[in-house]
């Protein structure tokens, strides 16, 4: 069956550290892979998007990468600031079919300062 | 823009009644609607898709009956919990897409709903 891994652990890192999280899976060939921010009892946010064509995009500090043939996402907060404290979400999607969106469970990070 | 409005936010009711929850895209016409659950330290768990108009389709497992989804407009769609038990107490989120819900199209979520069923 399809699997959507994200580390179930807390990341915690030092403010102005890069923060890197994983997103990996299997059994399945997404054609497009978002990444959402949710903070505790909260919607998630969207932050990115990624298509199965493209090996990397940047927005402002953040970066996502996208590896198919590793099956991985990488998902990386430069100058990693105490507001970035919250769990990302990583989604992915095919192209057939109804493209829903299926997410992962999430890794929570904790900046301090 | 892209604002989701879900309301209420918390809700405690007692076993058996039933409890609506709304959600509205509020500047922008959302073609699409999702409900989601998610349990603590779970992931989203979609229950069901609903176009303006038309019925909602559930995912494998959710009871149609017991949560009754409706899509009346292109702005709102209901989630109502029907004799609600202690084991629907969950956190219900909504979200909204303006292209169908494509996965290369993002998804903008409402705050979520709190129930709790005593």
């Known amino acids: 069956s399809q699997k959507i891994e994200q580390n179930s652990e807390a990341l915690n890192i030092q403010e102005g550290k890069t923060a890197t999280l994983t997103c990996n899976y299997t059994?399945?060939?997404?054609?497009?892979l978002q990444w959402y921010r949710q903070d505790p009892g909260r919607g998630p946010v969207f932050l990115l998007l990624?298509?199965?064509?493209?090996k990397e995009k940047r927005k402002e500090r953040l970066k996502v990468t996208f590896d198919t043939t590793l099956k991985q996402s990488l998902f990386h907060i430069t100058a990693s600031q105490p507001a970035d404290s919250a769990t990302y979400l990583c989604?992915?999607?095919?192209?057939?079919?109804?493209?829903?969106?299926?997410f992962g469970t999430g890794t929570r990070l904790l900046v301090s300062p | 823009g892209a604002v989701v409005s879900q309301h209420p936010s918390r809700v405690i009711c007692k076993s058996g009644t039933s409890v609506k929850i709304e959600c509205r895209s509020l500047?922008?016409?959302?073609?699409?609607m999702f409900w989601y659950r998610q349990f603590p330290k779970q992931s989203l768990m979609l229950m069901a898709t609903?176009?303006?108009?038309?019925?909602?389709?559930?995912e494998q497992g959710v009871e149609k009956d017991k949560f009754l989804i409706n899509h009346a407009s292109l702005t709102l769609s209901t989630l109502t919990v029907t004799s609600a038990h202690p084991e629907d107490s969950s956190f219900y989120i909504c979200?909204?897409?303006?292209?169908?819900?494509?996965?290369?199209?993002?998804?903008?979520f409402g705050n979520g709903t709190r129930l709790t069923v005593t």
């Open positions: 979200s909204a897409s303006w292209a169908g819900g494509l996965g290369n199209s993002p998804l903008h």
């Open positions: 059994n399945y060939s997404p054609a497009y």
């Open positions: 990624i298509r199965e064509n493209e």
């Open positions: 989604a992915l999607a095919s192209n057939t079919g109804f493209q829903k969106l299926v």
């Open positions: 500047d922008f016409q959302a073609t699409t």
């Open positions: 609903s176009n303006e108009g038309s019925k909602a389709t559930y």
